[in-house]
Nanobody, 117 residues
Framework: QVQLVESGGGLVQPGGSLRLSCAASGIIFSWYSLGWYRQAPGKERELVATIASGGETNYADSVKGRFIISRDSAKNTVYLQMNSLKPEDTAVYYC???????????WGQGTQVTVSS
C-alpha cells in the first residue's frame, strides 16, 4: 500500500520559515519524481516545486529564490524548505509522487500552511 505522509505545516508570521516533510512508503523511491503542490481556498491546485529522481528541480515562478525542494533516498522523504513566507503562500500543501516511466501517481493527504500576523 502506497502512503505519502506530510508533516511540518502550521501558522507562521510573514517573513518566517517552515520545512515540510513527506515520508513515502510502498514505492521504489528512486523510480519516482516527487513534488509539492498547493491549493488555496477557492483556487485550483497548483505546482510549487518538483524534483526528479536524478535531482533536477523545477519551481513555480512565485516561489523561486524562496523555496527549496530536496529528497533523501535513505529516508524515502522529500522536503520543502520555505523561506520568506508571504500571506499569499497560505494554502494546503500536498506531496506528490509520479512514476518516471508509468502512469502511477500518488498524493498525500495535505498539510495546512497559514502565513499571517
Amino acid at each position: 500500500q502506497v502512503q505519502l505522509v506530510e508533516s511540518g505545516g502550521g501558522l507562521v508570521q510573514p517573513g518566517g520559515s517552515l520545512r515540510l516533510s513527506c515520508a513515502a512508503s510502498g514505492i521504489i523511491f528512486s523510480w519516482y519524481s516527487l513534488g509539492w503542490y498547493r491549493q488555496a481556498p477557492g483556487k485550483e491546485r497548483e505546482l510549487v516545486a518538483t524534483i526528479a529522481s536524478g535531482g533536477e528541480t523545477n519551481y513555480a515562478d512565485s516561489v523561486k529564490g524562496r523555496f527549496i525542494i530536496s529528497r533523501d533516498s535513505a529516508k524515502n522523504t522529500v522536503y520543502l524548505q520555505m523561506n520568506s513566507l508571504k500571506p499569499e503562500d497560505t494554502a494546503v500543501y500536498y506531496c506528490n509522487a509520479r512514476h518516471a516511466f508509468a502512469t502511477n501517481n500518488y498524493w498525500g493527504q495535505g498539510t495546512q500552511v497559514t502565513v499571517s500576523s
